[in-house]
């Protein structure tokens, strides 16, 4: 209120909500949304964390003026799922316009473990991500490529450990 902002931009899922001003919010989390998410897949914490940032963002989208989403998918899921008017919503896909293939020069593909080719996930390793498909899908497609020496890259943290060791 002090400095008196134009508009409150909430990028972390959740907006005030009351604000003096329009509030946009970016949702970026669609684990509350899935339904392979128990208790027993991520562990009894993160599920009520989970529940309770579905909650807040539910009730987001309705107090915020607007809210981006990163895909068509995840807007149209609230807009049917829970009534969010299509007017008040965007889908900003969240890419680059250039692609970085190296890591920084800090760090080398060798001192990494990582060979070329190889394919390239950077996300956190949560239950509700399906890993196990994402590797089957590799595995297939690794046997049609012409190369066979395709290495799966994962690049993220371990956020469950015992779902850790079940990827192992």
């Known amino acids: 209120r002090k400095i008196h902002p134009d508009v409150l931009f909430c990028p972390g899922d959740i907006v005030p909500f009351r604000s003096p001003v329009p509030a946009v ?3 970026h ?3 509350p949304f899935c339904s392979n998410i128990t208790p027993r897949s991520v562990g009894a914490y993160d599920w009520v964390w989970l529940k309770a940032l579905g909650l807040l963002m539910r009730l987001s ?3 915020a003026t607007r809210v981006i989403f990163p895909s068509r998918y995840f807007r149209d899921l609230f807009v049917q799922r829970f009534g969010l008017s299509p007017d008040r919503s965007d889908v900003i896909y969240h890419g680059r316009d ?3 293939t190296e890591p920084p020069e800090a760090l080398s593909l060798q001192q990494l473990g990582i060979r070329k080719p ?3 996930s950077v996300s956190h390793l949560y ?3 399906n890993f196990p498909a ?3 899908g590799f595995a297939l497609a690794r046997e049609t490529l012409r190369s066979r020496d395709v290495q799966l890259v994962l690049v993220g943290n371990a956020r469950n450990g015992s779902y850790f060791r079940e990827l192992r």
């Open 98 to 100: 250039e692609l970085r």
């Open 61 to 63: 989208a309705r107090s």
């Open 118 to 120: 190889y394919l390239l």
């Open 29 to 31: 989390n669609i684990g």
């Open 25 to 27: 919010s970016v949702f």
């Open 127 to 129: 239950p509700y991500k």
């Open 134 to 136: 994402l590797f089957k």
